[in-house]
């Protein structure tokens, strides 16, 4: 039986692990923190449950398909339940839009901001549902190991226009500015600046409208704990507290990982869901290719980084949305302050995320959970001194609540803990803290993202937001597809 190890139990991870163990390879996860789930880890604080990342699920039935691969019902393991309105966006305090969870709805709302935007959106939908169909059904789930698999996308790349940027596409189809925001900011959600990020990721839109959206029940702490125990149930183990700090080579093949603990573990096959920078420079940095390897990639360009506030309040709040954005008065200055040299507290976009509007059980009778999140630079911005920012940031932000959605917040405080750049470097081992590893640029995607097998190292491969398709869950639960089929064609399976 072959053995695999996956250094990693993020969603990826855990995905391709449930693949190879399904298959019959027998996979053992080595995960550093004491939780699997990676960027989706579980605070438990004061009675809160604070999902710590992601939180919009999309595309259930890559999910489902997990559990189907060895005859197991989703159902029995964790519920997904559908989220209305999709988000509610906000411009002060009386503009908002409902993104409601279909088309109609969602036209109505339109209208309320321009009416003649209604028929530049249905162009708009189309064009996402042709890039959605070209770019997600079709390269998501193809892997990109030579230069030919590239040239074979690129008359559809130039057909869908891919060179433009998100913003600049919607702009074509839709003259409203609010609506031009409301339909260019959900590329943040994989770290890619609305403004030169490729219109690929229109796609989006369309695979929001064509799956829905959904929480699952308990929290996303719950899908992970379902997708770990199907793992488990299938005979894999996962070892938790258990950091990698080298991985060996010899004649050309990865053969064994070295634990801080001291601990060795060999394998015939081992794949890095670690961020992929830091596999190369620190796991195998002790060889030439590692280093060389690592200098190359950090030519590359990071996605942005995010500052999170949990918090836990003593009051329910009914009428707020689960997914709520509140855009700043300047949106492209909000942007550059992301994206740019010069980080400024004015024109932020905050997304507030109220999952015990869906789910109760999150929080202590009569009280909720909360998260407010801030795309912030990473680390290359070193300006930023995150131990004084954080405080300074967190006031604001807090005051910008009470003011606009949570009257009282900090009356209401019970509990709150904050996740900065500074954390994503050294708790998840994130290089320059980014929160979505590689921007999501038309450069950086497919062929020139990092392949899911390394070049030189026949049995050493990635899967993770690192490596193509990219950030997000169903991007990373796509990598695991890409990489489980590399490697049983690899073994003749
Ligand atoms: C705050 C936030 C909100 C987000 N919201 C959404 C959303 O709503 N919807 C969505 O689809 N996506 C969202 N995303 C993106 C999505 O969460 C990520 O792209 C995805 O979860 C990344 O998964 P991954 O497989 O790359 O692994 P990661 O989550 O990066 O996990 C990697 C794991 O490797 C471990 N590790 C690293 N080094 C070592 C080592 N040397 N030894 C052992 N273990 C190691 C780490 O501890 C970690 O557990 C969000 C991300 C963040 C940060």
């Known amino acids: 039986m072959k053995k695999a190890i996956i250094i990693g139990a993020g969603i990826g991870g855990i995905a391709l692990a449930i693949r190879l163990q399904t298959a019959g390879i027998s996979t053992i996860i080595l995960e550093q923190r004491d939780k699997p789930g990676g960027r989706a ?236 920078i830091n596999t190369y420079r620190n796991l195998l940095g002790q060889y030439a290719f590692g280093k060389k390897k690592y200098m190359n990639l950090i030519k590359k360009k990071m996605s942005n980084s995010l500052f999170v506030i949990y918090f836990g309040l003593s009051e329910q709040y009914t009428h707020l949305a689960h997914h709520t954005i509140f855009f700043p008065s300047n949106y492209k200055k909000s942007i550059e302050n992301i994206f740019g040299k010069n980080f400024s507290r004015d024109n932020l976009s905050i997304y507030l995320h109220s999952p015990s509007v869906t789910d109760l059980s999150l929080a202590p009778t009569g009280c909720s959970t909360f998260y407010a999140l801030i795309p912030v630079p990473n680390l290359s911005n070193s300006s930023i001194n995150w131990s004084e920012e954080s405080i300074k940031l967190k006031n604001i932000v807090f005051m910008y609540l009470e003011q606009y959605c949570i009257p009282n917040l900090r009356k209401k405080l019970i509990t709150q803990r904050i996740f900065t750049p500074n954390d994503f470097k050294d708790v998840l081992g994130s290089y320059l803290g980014s929160a979505f590893s590689f921007a999501p640029l038309l450069t950086q995607s497919a062929w020139f993202r990092p392949h899911n097998r390394d070049k030189n190292l026949t049995n050493l491969y990635f899967v993770g937001a690192g490596t193509h398709p990219g950030a997000g869950i169903p991007g990373v639960i796509a990598s695991a597809n890409i990489t489980a089929e590399i490697i049983f064609n690899d073994i003749n399976l």
């Open 41 to 276: 880890y579980v605070y438990k604080q004061d009675g809160f449950i604070f999902d710590a990342g992601p939180t919009v699920i999309t595309d259930p039935n890559s999910i489902k398909l997990l559990f189907d691969l060895s005859k197991n019902r989703m159902e029995n393991y964790v519920n997904l339940l559908p989220i209305k309105p999709f988000y509610r966006l906000y411009w002060g305090k009386e503009k908002f839009l409902n993104y409601e969870d279909n088309i109609k709805d969602l036209e109505k709302q339109i209208a309320k901001f321009n009416l003649n935007d209604i028929k530049g959106y249905r162009l708009f939908l189309n064009y996402s549902k042709k890039v959605f169909k070209e770019g997600y059904l079709s390269f998501a789930s193809k892997s990109f190991l030579t230069i030919n698999d590239m040239l074979f996308i690129l008359p559809k790349l130039i057909k869908i226009k891919a060179w433009k940027s998100v913003y600049s596409i919607v702009s074509q189809f839709i003259k409203n500015d609010y609506l031009k925001q409301a339909f260019s900011f959900n590329s943040l959600f994989i770290g890619g600046n609305p403004f030169s990020t490729s219109s690929i990721y229109t796609l989006i839109h369309a695979l929001e409208y064509e799956w829905g959206i959904w929480f699952p029940k308990g929290g996303v702490g719950a899908l992970i704990k379902a997708l770990i125990k199907l793992f488990q149930n299938l005979g894999g183990n996962l070892i938790l507290n258990s950091q990698v700090i080298s991985i060996y080579v010899n004649n050309n093949k990865v053969n064994k990982v070295h634990l801080k603990n001291g601990q060795i573990f060999d394998a015939d096959i081992i794949v890095s869901n670690a961020d992929i």
